[in-house]
């Protein structure tokens, strides 16, 4: 059954940046578009960046030109560079396919990581 463990989040300053990776399993994945979605306190979970099965990309309008998705077939991951965060960025983030995997009838969702960025 799919599996899902994103990490590398954490606490930075303003400016900074951050590498956060994700871990697929139990999924054939490289057919699949992947994608990074966050969900700030007291908002909807929305989708940030997405990458196709070959490489193309997709960002949101708030992260283009900060963000970068990337992933490798071979070892199952996706990742997302994160750079110049702002603090409008802190937010759990989440590694899926778009749309989710799905797992007994329900949208399956790992663990997220935790972003936070201070001003």
């Known amino acids: 059954q799919v599996q899902l463990v994103e990490s590398g989040g954490g606490l930075v300053q303003a400016g900074g940046s951050l590498r956060l990776s994700c871990a697929a399993s139990g999924v054939i994945f490289s057919i699949n578009v992947m994608g990074w979605y966050r969900q700030a306190p007291g908002k909807q979970r929305e989708l940030v960046a997405t990458?196709?099965?070959?490489?193309?990309?997709n960002y949101a309008d708030s992260v283009k030109g900060r963000f970068t998705i990337s992933r490798d077939n071979a070892k199952k991951m996706v990742y997302l560079q994160m750079n110049s965060l702002k603090p409008e960025d802190t937010a759990v983030y989440y590694c899926?396919?778009?749309?989710?995997?799905?797992?007994?009838?329900?949208?399956?969702w790992g663990q997220g990581t935790q972003v936070t960025v201070s001003s």
């Open positions: 899926n396919r778009n749309p989710p995997y799905v797992r007994a009838g329900l949208d399956y």
């Open positions: 990458i196709g099965s070959m490489g193309s990309t």
